[in-house]
């Protein structure tokens, strides 16, 4: 089975400030990696994967991941956040094979003040 | 296009009674999804459909819920006997054959059981 931790439950930050949200993954298998974005009252839209190549992985709104098998990390970073960056994050594996279904992280709320 | 959509996106009922939650698939996307997110324990799969192939079901987390799916298209997700436990957002994805590493989410039904 797998399984993913979010190590902060709720990030604040400043406008144009750097931000970095952790995940780590326990996986006996290999896995295909995932980060999702949630605005307030929205649903889910992708920010970014990891499937296989390059490890570094960029995604829409200037976000980009590493992906870091020997620390099984895959942690999301922006070098200048801004306030329309504030709602939830979530980060999401799935094996490569067999059931598809994805397995998330309790997710992350980044806030960002002015 | 059009995304995925969901029915309705609210829903009050009262324990005991049954509920059913609609999910409207991208045209042409094959596989369906249904997820779960409660405060307690975050994003949870339920249950997956692909194309003609048995749905994998080990997610549902009893036997009072159950969903379909009607001509590879509309989904339904039946939950009987309601318990204010079951009170939470389902949310609802898709993906299109041969390109099953990206799931569409829908807005989500937000479920209320008093």
């Known amino acids: 089975a797998q399984s993913v931790t979010q190590l902060d439950s709720q990030v604040p930050v400043f406008e144009e400030a750097p931000v970095e949200l952790r995940c780590n993954y326990s996986s006996s298998v290999s896995v295909y990696l995932f980060w999702y974005v949630q605005y307030p009252n929205q649903g889910l839209q992708l920010l970014l994967k990891?499937?296989?190549?390059?490890?570094l992985v960029k995604g829409i709104n200037g976000f980009e991941a590493e992906f870091n098998k020997s620390q099984t990390s895959f942690h999301l970073r922006k070098p200048s956040v801004h306030i329309s960056d504030t709602a939830e994050y979530f980060c999401a594996v799935r094996r490569t094979g067999g059931s598809e279904k994805l397995v998330f992280g309790k997710g992350t709320k980044l806030t960002v003040n002015p | 296009g059009a995304g995925v959509s969901q029915s309705p996106s609210n829903k009050v009922t009262e324990k005991g009674k049954d509920v059913e939650l609609r999910c409207d698939p991208i045209?042409?996307?094959?596989?369906l999804y249904w997820y779960r997110q409660s405060l307690g324990q975050g994003l949870e799969f339920l249950i997956y459909?692909?194309?003609?192939?048995?749905?994998?079901k080990s997610g549902l987390p009893s036997d009072r819920f159950s969903a379909e799916r009607t001509g590879g298209s509309v989904s339904t997700l039946t939950i009987q006997r309601t318990q204010q436990e079951d009170s939470a957002v389902y949310l609802c994805a898709s993906t299109l054959a041969g390109r099953t590493d990206t799931q569409y989410f829908g807005p989500g039904t937000r479920l209320t059981v008093l």
């Open positions: 045209s042409g996307h094959t596989a």
């Open positions: 459909f692909q194309g003609n192939s048995a749905p994998d």
């Open positions: 990891y499937l296989s190549g390059s490890t």
